[in-house]
């Protein structure tokens, strides 16, 4: 099996996350692990947030629903996503989702139950990072709904000059510049979960992490786990030394 951090995919995010919330739920019942698992998402969703804001103001943009969406720290292959953008209104932008890369890993592994809390708290958690006077509704989600998800994003209408600084800053600039590889996010997912955990459980918590680590070492190998425990010292709620030098290095800023 291929484990090098190339082979990071969304499922590996996905399922960590799940059997992270299993062993939870095992040890503390559905009820409190639900609230804890959820409490553990909106930190992860609204420190990566956060680093978001900090790229666009390093690109010298403002915080707008525009730019939140423009800065995703993601991407996904064709294959592993089907989504859309349309008009809502005359100030708003709808996103439907009809193929998700962590709903299809939580489905092959019978995992909805305890995946579908993070489709429950992320999109919120990280645009309240991002800028908390922004707005979101999550109408629907694919693992709580058995719908498309269905997303509205208020103030970002798609009009002529929208619709174009979305265009340039996904393909040209920032473009793929702010992506950021899928290890660094296992990464910080294992760790803002493993200390909110640890906080509101004791060694517990830290012991649900490290068994789910074991789970995902059995599937990915023990290099993929080693290279999630090796970010267990870094600080995600800067951005990425590297990134933040290549900016310098483009941009001049200091």
């Not at 099996?1 to 995919?9: G, H, K, L, V």
């Not at 420190?47 to 900090?54: F, I, L, T």
């Not at 089907?82 to 953008?85: G, I």
């Not at 809502?88 to 996103?95: F, G, K, P, Q």
């Given at each position: 099996?291929?484990?090098?951090?190339?082979?990071?995919?969304p499922?590996?995010h996905?399922l960590?996350?799940?059997?992270i919330?299993?062993?939870?739920?095992?040890r503390?019942?559905?009820?409190?692990?639900?609230?804890?698992?959820?409490?553990?998402?909106?930190?992860?969703?609204e420190?990566?947030?956060?680093?978001?804001?900090?790229r666009?103001?390093?690109?010298?943009?403002?915080?707008?629903?525009?730019?939140?969406?423009?800065?995703?720290e993601?991407?996904?292959?064709?294959?592993?996503i089907?989504?859309?953008?349309e008009q809502?209104?005359?100030?708003?932008?709808?996103?439907l989702?009809?193929?998700?890369?962590?709903?299809?890993a939580?489905i092959k592994h019978?995992?909805?139950?305890?995946?579908?809390?993070?489709?429950?708290?992320?999109?919120?958690a990280?645009?309240?990072?991002?800028?908390?006077?922004?707005?979101?509704?999550?109408?629907?989600?694919?693992?709580?709904?058995?719908?498309?998800?269905?997303?509205?994003?208020?103030?970002?209408?798609l009009?002529l000059?929208?619709?174009?600084?979305?265009?340039?800053g996904?393909?040209?600039?920032?473009?793929?510049?702010?992506?950021?590889?899928w290890?660094y996010?296992?990464?910080?997912l294992?760790?803002?979960?493993?200390?909110?955990?640890a906080a509101?459980?004791?060694?517990a918590?830290?012991?649900?992490?490290?068994?789910?680590?074991?789970v995902?070492?059995?599937?990915?190998g023990?290099?993929?786990?080693?290279?999630v425990?090796?970010?267990?010292?870094?600080?995600?709620?800067?951005?990425p030394?590297?990134?933040?030098?290549k900016l310098?290095?483009?941009?001049?800023?200091?």
């Open positions: 099996m291929d484990t090098t951090p190339q082979s990071f995919t499922a590996y996905a960590l996350m799940a059997w919330s299993r062993q939870v739920f095992q503390v019942g559905p009820v409190k692990g639900e609230m804890m698992v959820r409490k553990a998402v909106r930190r992860y969703g420190e990566r947030g956060q680093r978001m804001a900090q666009a103001a390093a690109h010298g943009k403002e915080l707008s629903m525009v730019n939140y969406l423009i800065f995703s993601w991407s996904a292959n064709p294959d592993q089907e989504q859309h953008l809502n209104n005359h100030h708003n932008v709808r996103m989702v009809h193929l998700c890369p962590w709903n299809t939580w019978d995992l909805i139950e305890y995946g579908r809390l993070y489709c429950q708290e992320i999109d919120t990280l645009l309240r990072g991002f800028n908390p006077e922004l707005h979101v509704d999550v109408v629907k989600t694919q693992t709580n709904d058995h719908q498309a998800c269905d997303f509205i994003f208020h103030g970002a209408p009009n000059s929208n619709t174009l600084a979305m265009f340039v996904k393909r040209l600039n920032p473009g793929k510049r702010v992506i950021l590889p290890e996010h296992v990464g910080h294992y760790k803002t979960m493993s200390d909110v955990l509101e459980m004791g060694p918590g830290r012991e649900a992490a490290e068994a789910a680590l074991e995902f070492a059995q599937h990915f023990e290099e993929s786990a080693r290279l425990k090796r970010h267990l010292e870094t600080d995600f709620t800067r951005l030394e590297k990134t933040i030098l310098e290095a483009n941009h001049g800023y200091s």
